[in-house]
């Protein structure tokens, strides 16, 4: 499983960015997708996730702001982020779980259960 983010960068308070995951190693369309973020000094912090059949999950910082999607035709996975806040800023990381967990809204957005992780895409918002 070789999972690569893209697509972070600087963007002023209120700007979009959109990050793709791409999974180069394996069949996509069994798997959960989440993406997570980590700044200095703080545990990493859910933001969203996509099961294999579709059903989205998002924290509560970031919903109605965000959308997470995904096209197995293409392995990948894709979180558009929209009226970006200052506070957003962070290193983001997408990941693949097991497909079980798709349905389990008390599991998804747990790290634990995430067993193949990305290298993370910085993602800088100034105000």
């Known amino acids: 499983v070789q999972l690569q983010a893209s697509g972070g960068g600087l963007v002023q308070a209120g700007g979009s960015l959109r990050l793709s995951c791409t999974d180069y190693?394996?069949?996509?369309?069994?798997?959960?997708m989440g993406w997570f973020r980590r700044t200095p000094g703080k545990d990493r912090e859910f933001v969203a996730a996509i099961g294999w059949t579709g059903g989205t999950y998002y924290a509560n910082s970031v919903k109605g702001r965000f959308t997470v999607s995904r096209d197995d035709a293409k392995n990948s996975a894709y979180l558009q982020m929209n009226s970006l806040k200052p506070e957003d800023t962070a290193l983001y990381f997408c990941a693949a779980a097991p497909g079980r967990y798709s349905r389990n809204s008390a599991y998804i957005s747990r790290s634990s259960i995430y067993d193949h992780w990305g290298q993370g895409t910085q993602v800088t918002v100034s105000s």
């Open positions: 190693g394996r069949t996509f369309s069994n798997v959960v």
